[in-house]
């Protein structure tokens, strides 16, 4: 079967925190992709990271890092020193490259709050 | 990066109306473009994978013939959403496959009251 689950439904934090969105992926395949998306209010979807299944180096892109552990079928996403516009929600997919045809399965979002 | 484009952005329409949904690619041809819905507060759910020049494949749980597609050319997908009902009102995006890359249009507010 072929799952993402985001176990965290909201969360709220206060500016300048650090917080760590988690994601678990369940896939047969061998090759995949994973993804971050967010979806701010306006609902259009931004395209954050991209991971291949054969690379697990971990990633940093400013305030936003990302770390893929293969042995634990995570690939969490923590924002460093957060600011209000960092606020909406948060999805992590997956999009199994053989058996699903590059469908790209969705987790249900975390949505976050940064408060001033 | 690669654009897909959605129109409308936004419609309203009466109950038993049918509407078309167009997604774009601007600048690639995309052989694979998806269809999903969204409806408040939930995740993307993938309707069904349209590829061009044949039928679409509609994922378990939708009406094929509810949710029309159309995959005419490389860079146009249509989504018919036929005599629409107020259950149906939902934000749908569409996106579209380039290689192993996967693009994103803004999606379409769809209200029906």
């Known amino acids: 079967a072929q799952k993402v689950t985001q176990a965290q439904t909201e969360i709220s934090v206060v500016e300048k925190e650090d917080v760590t969105l988690d994601c678990v992926y369940e896939?047969?395949?061998?090759?995949?992709?994973l993804f971050w998306y967010k979806q701010p209010p306006s609902g259009e979807l931004v395209f954050l990271i991209r991971?291949?299944?054969?690379?697990?180096q971990n990633e940093i892109s400013g305030r936003y890092s990302w770390n893929f552990q293969k042995s634990t079928s995570s690939f969490n996403f923590t924002i460093t020193a957060s600011q209000v516009v960092d606020s909406a929600v948060y999805f992590c997919a997956l999009s199994p490259s053989y058996t699903g045809g590059f469908k790209t399965i969705f987790g249900a979002g975390t949505r976050l709050f940064v408060k001033a | 990066g690669a654009v897909v484009s959605q129109h409308p952005s936004r419609v309203i329409c009466k109950s038993g109306t049918s509407v078309k949904i167009e997604c774009r690619s601007l600048d690639f041809q995309a052989t694979t473009m998806f269809w999903y819905r969204q409806f408040p507060k939930q995740s993307l759910m993938l309707m069904a994978t349209s590829n061009e020049g044949s039928k679409a494949t509609y994922e378990q749980g939708v009406e094929k013939d509810k949710f029309l597609i159309n995959h005419a050319s490389l860079t146009l997908s249509t989504l018919t959403v036929t005599s629409a009902h107020p259950e149906d009102s939902s934000f749908y995006i569409c996106?579209?496959?380039?290689?192993?890359?996967?693009?994103f249009g803004p999606g379409t507010r769809l209200t029906v009251l």
């Open positions: 996106s579209a496959r380039s290689g192993n890359e996967q693009f």
């Open positions: 896939t047969r395949d061998t090759t995949y992709y």
């Open positions: 991971r291949n299944s054969f690379d697990e």
